[in-house]
C-alpha cells in the first residue's frame, strides 16, 4: 500500500496575525486563510516557525486549528506544526492535532538538545506510534543544531506507515538526491527554502512549503508546473524574477518581513511577539523597493 500523501504541491507556511495588543486576531486569520486559497495554496501550514510557534500556548494552537479549518471548509488541507524539543510535548501536540481534525502534522527535529541519530530515532519513533496522522519530518539544522542524517530519514521512512514525507531546509543538494536514492519511492520530499525549491525538483522534490506563497503562490505554481511541463527556460525565469523576493523576506528573522509584506498589500498588520521585533525603516524600505520592482516587471 502507498504511504503517499498528497499535501499539493504548495503549503504555505502561515504567519500568526496578531493585534495591536500581541493578541491572536482571528478575524484577520480567516481572511488571511480565505486568500490563501483563493491564490494557490494547496495545504496550508499553521503553528509552525513561521507562525510564531515558539510564543504561542497550547489553548491559542488549538484555536487557531479551529479557526483556520473552518476558514478552509474543506479547500485546502490543514497541516499542524506539532513538533518540540520535549518529545512528551510532541506526542502530546500529535494526538490533540489529530483529536482538533488536523489533516497532517509537521514535526521537527528536536531543537537545542542535540540528541544523537539514536535518539532522533526514538523521538519520532514516539510520535509516530502516538496517532495515526500523516506526519511530516522536518529538518532545519541551521535552527536545530542537528542535522538529521540520510539513514535516519530512510529508517524512519521505512519502518512508519504515517511518517510521509520530509520538509528538507538545508541548503546541502547532494542530500537531496542521497534522500531520492535511500527513501521509498512514495516517500515526499518539500523544499523547505523558497530559494531552493526549482533546483531541489530538479532532483525530484515534489513542491515547497513556502513562506513567499503568502503573496505570489500563483507564479510560485506557475514556475513548478512549467517545470513538470518540460518548459524549463521559462521556469528558470520565474524563478529568477522571484529571488530577489524570496532572499528579502529573509533578510531578517522570519516571519518578520512576510509580515511588512502582508501589511503593505493590506492583509494583516505586522505585529510580532518579542524577542522578535519588526523590520527597522532600512530593511522596510530594501523590502518595499524589491516588492515594488517585481511588481512593475
Known sequence: MSKRYDA??????MVTPFNKDLKIDYDACEELVKHLVHTGSDSILIAGTTGESPTLSLDEKIEL????????ANKAKVVFGAGSNSTEK?????KLAEKEGADAILSVVPYYNKPSQEG????????????????????IPGRTGINMAVDTVKYLAEKYENIVGLKQSYFDLDVISELKL?????????SGDDSLT??????????????????????????????????YLF??????????????????????????????????????????????????????LAIDKFNEE
Request: hydrophobic share 50%; with cysteine.
Open 182 to 190: 535511500a527513501c521509498p519511492e512514495d516517500f515526499t520530499i518539500y
Open 8 to 13: 499539493g504541491k504548495i503549503i504555505t507556511a
Open 235 to 288: 521556469a528558470k525565469n520565474m524563478h529568477l524574477k522571484l529571488y530577489p523576493i524570496f532572499k528579502k523576506l529573509f533578510m531578517a528573522p522570519n516571519p518578520v518581513p512576510v509580515k511588512a509584506a502582508l501589511k503593505k498589500a493590506g492583509l494583516i498588520e505586522s505585529y510580532v511577539r518579542l524577542p522578535l521585533v519588526e523590520l527597522n525603516d532600512a530593511q522596510k524600505s530594501k523590502l518595499y
Open 65 to 72: 486549528l479551529s479557526t483556520v479549518k473552518r476558514a478552509c
Open 198 to 231: 526549482l533546483p531541489m525538483m530538479a532532483l525530484g522534490v515534489e513542491g515547497v512549503i513556502s513562506v513567499a506563497s503568502h503573496l505570489w503562490a500563483n507564479e510560485i505554481k506557475t514556475m513548478i508546473h512549467n517545470f513538470e511541463n518540460g518548459n
Open 120 to 139: 532522533i530515532i526514538a523521538h519520532f519513533s514516539a510520535v509516530a506510534e502516538s496517532v495515526k496522522l500523516p506526519i511530516i519530518l522536518y529538518n
Open 90 to 94: 510532541a506526542v502530546k501536540l500529535a
